[in-house]
């Protein structure tokens, strides 16, 4: 935490300049990023997506931003499709792309998407702790086994060790895997169904990658049949940004309690599914055949996600998509600074000074820009020790737009500038003063007001820029004097009447934020808690170890004697067992006791605290030794088959020492 608090100053007004120009050329230039992924290794892709992900593209959402890093993904994936022999290893290989649109799905949006969304329909697994839906015939035998010893404690008389043609022909192991393969099937309707009905809610940004990767399959694959497609889509929406979260919802905040090793499997079976269904393939085989029977499942699945998964590549295109932050843009004063730590600045200088020849190309269009900037730079220093490595407010430097080297604008981008710009002068317009006989009187209008008294400076300057404008645009013929720029006039009205729907959605943003934020904030109250809780345990460590060496004040005997009786008070048992009894039980499996002493061995079971018990093992009335037993072990080694609880003298029937735990403390 000091680390990321830490916060220092480049010294060197030139260098932090330099820094300022080329972040600012990486940032606005995606071409430059696009093309190192495809040129670093793959020990260098964590450091590049750290630094491009959440530093350079870092405001989750400022639209501007964000539409630069969509741009940067659109070049990526074209040059991945582009190079690609075949559809089999497309999108598949851990390359900097896939890590990289996995990354993305990571961001603020994608996460609130998948809490909102799949929360409350994961709830009919991880809210049931001891719901099994395992359908695998050997797993459901032993567990059925398990179960009978632990809740009889009785040994069970079937074989302990069948094989899988045995186990998966016992009536009661078919019965227990008929219902479940039918509350899968529900559970995975009912999820897929909240997937299709949460459309609206889904990341514009995850759903124009989408759309990008069925142009690609299209222009480059194209006799590739539609449900390959819809297998490319799947592989990114419900592969990297579906199942992580179904498998681990505790990583996505999706659950705040400790998964059972039951609920873990069940979540784990559902991703099998949606894995297949994202596939477009069957279960089948020799390693999972006890899949087989959910292929039903699929099968009456397998359209109605097809449809949505095209569905998803259904939004508008970059150049369309408006937000008000392209008005604010146009009216930003301030400088863009990005908070980058040191290592992060000296790891790209010295990613493009190794590969400035493969980016020479992109560099001669930009007037060798690249090139001026790592000269004026210098050698990369090396990477600091983590604690030299501080944050820096690094400000982007656009200098490097002006004078010969300026990029110039396309008439496109030409006219879409001066559409915003005749929309903003609009709407500053009082309605009153709307009358006007054309375009140029309006404008002129508008700049006399704009200058006089109490005028707008900034509305002043965007006429001067507006009438600029449209002698190019009458230079490439998209307007027209004659009809007084009639398309330009109806785009600027268009822009005029979305303003208050771009408002509204701007609203719904801010609350969606504020959504989150007080989602984090229960969260770190929840690890508050727990940070808590660890720090009194701590404590009463040190104090305890503290005790044991010296003498107790009063106030601290005081306190040791009512902790004792508050203790005393919780305690659950003793309960008394003889060895004898234990062995006769089938608890005890074997002993190094002598057997002439093992009549005068007793164990007795107590409980100060839910799921953790003590053992105390005594020779007549003479301690012998002790033995601390804790549910979830327990739980956990019957789980995974392991049946046997070992001490230094002792082998335990785990089955039936949780039946006998159940029986004395919860029964």
Known sequence: ISLINQTTTLKDKSLREHYGKLFYLLQTDTRYIATLTSLIKIAEIDNLLQTVMFTLYGNQYDEYEEHLLLHMFQRVLENEFSNAKNISGLLRANT??????????????????????????????????????????????????????????????????????????????????????????????????????????????????????????????????????????????????????????????????????????????????MQNLANNVKFGGVKESYMDPLNIVLDRNRERMNEFLLSLTDVEDLSTVGGIDKYIALGKTETTTINISLNEMFFIHSLLSTNVSSLSAIDKKNSNLLNQILKDLGTAPPQLPRKENANVDLELDPSIKGGSSEKAYTADQTYSETKILLFMVMKATPPDKMNFNS?????????????????????????????????????????NKQDDYLTLRKDAAIELMNHDNLLVKTRADQDRLNEVLQNIQKHHSFLQEQFDAYKQYLGNVRQQSVCSRGKQTKEEKKKSKKEKKAKKEKQKGPFKYSHSQLEKDGIIIESEAPEDRRGSIYFSFSSTSPGEFEVAVTFGRRPIAKMQLALDDLLERQHTNQLEYETDFLRLNVNLLLHLLNKDFVS
């Open 96 to 273: 900097a792309l896939t890590r990289m649109m996995t990354t993305y799905t990571r961001r603020s949006p994608g996460q609130h998407y998948l809490k909102a969304t799949l929360t409350d329909v994961l709830k009919a697994i991880t809210a049931q702790s001891t719901l099994v839906l395992e359908i695998n015939p050997l797993k459901v035998y032993e567990l059925m086994i398990n179960d009978y010893e632990a809740s009889t404690g009785k040994i069970s008389t079937l074989n302990k060790k069948p094989s899988a043609e045995e186990a998966g022909e016992n009536s009661d192991v078919q019965k227990l895997i008929a219902t479940r393969i039918n509350l899968l099937g529900k559970i995975t309707d009912d999820f897929i169904s909240a997937l299709i009905s949460s459309m609206s809610e889904i990341p514009y940004g995850i759903r124009w990658i989408c759309k990008q990767i069925r142009i690609f399959m299209t222009q480059y694959f194209p006799d590739a049949p539609e449900a390959q497609a819809c297998s490319m889509i799947g592989g990114f929406f419900l592969l990297r940004f579906v199942n992580p979260a179904i498998v681990t919802p505790q990583a996505f905040m999706l659950v705040d309690t400790k998964l059972s090793p039951p609920t873990r499997r069940n979540l784990t079976l559902l991703a099998k599914i």
């Open 439 to 479: 375009i140029d009187d309006f404008l002129d209008q508008s700049f006399k007001t704009a200058q006089g008294r109490g005028g707008n400076r900034t509305i002043a300057d965007n006429v001067i820029r507006i009438k600029d404008n449209i002698q190019i645009l009458l230079n490439e013929n998209l307007v």
